[in-house]
């Protein structure tokens, strides 16, 4: 852990990012996951007024079966700007099994910003795969459409190869890193490994802490006191408000992390402000 970086953890408000609907995670597990785009945009707007500033999106067929739909995309893009001014970033890494070019579609809606996967791992007793051809070609469209970047890294190896990507010009600076703990077969949710994790990054990186389950509010809650630019929460990585409880709402989970972020000094920041520290056009579709 950089001393600077550690002295500095309080210099800023935390961007709220929710992920309200995964891939993985259903109804069976909660049943208010939200669906369809309607669903979707509903639910963002509530988490927006509850003081989420980005919202990582996936979709879903009307069933609930994950989807590479790039018109269910559109749809809840277009439907969540119609209801508030959240940032709106889509997932290359889509649902397990899903081909690259299924993974890319979410690109096409013209999101604020995508998740990149910069690397491969065990996603419970699945593959999970992303090549280095697979991130260049979805950075190149990326690019193309002018959409900022954050790197999924659920390895520490998966920042090292952000680094290397962005030394060839296919990843620009500065990084934003989304470093993701506990998920089952990949870095595990232990406090040294995030530090560890924030250690491997660059200066100039902003940087997000997801946990999975029950892991969820201890990481973030470490994630603010160590200066995390942004904390996420949503059913995407747990459904429990706390142990035994299961989250009424993806609301319920940003209130909760607003609460303990203000609790320990940290302000929720506003969309603008997110767009600031994240080093994001000031308008959604700004540079497109
Ligand atoms: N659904 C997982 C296979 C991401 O959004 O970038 C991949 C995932 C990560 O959810
Ligand atoms: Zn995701």
Redesign the pocket.
Known sequence: MNRDRDLRWAEHPVVIVVAPT???VTREHNPAVPYTPEEIAADVAACHAAGAAVAHL?VREADGTPSASAELFKSAVDQIRESCDIVTMV??????GMTIEERSTGLEARPDMS?I?TGSLN?GRDL?PTLPHETEGIAARAAELGIPLEI?AFEIGHIDAALDFARRGVLPAPLRINIVVGCPGALAATSANLIAAVGALPDDATWCVTAIGRHQTRMLTLGLLLGATCVRVGF?DNVFLRKGQLAESNAALVAQIAAIARSVGREPATVAQARELLSLPQAAGVGR
Do not use: I, N, P, V
């Open positions: 995964g891939a993985e996936h997932s290359t890494g889509g649902a397990m998740g996967e996603f999970f999924e995407e």
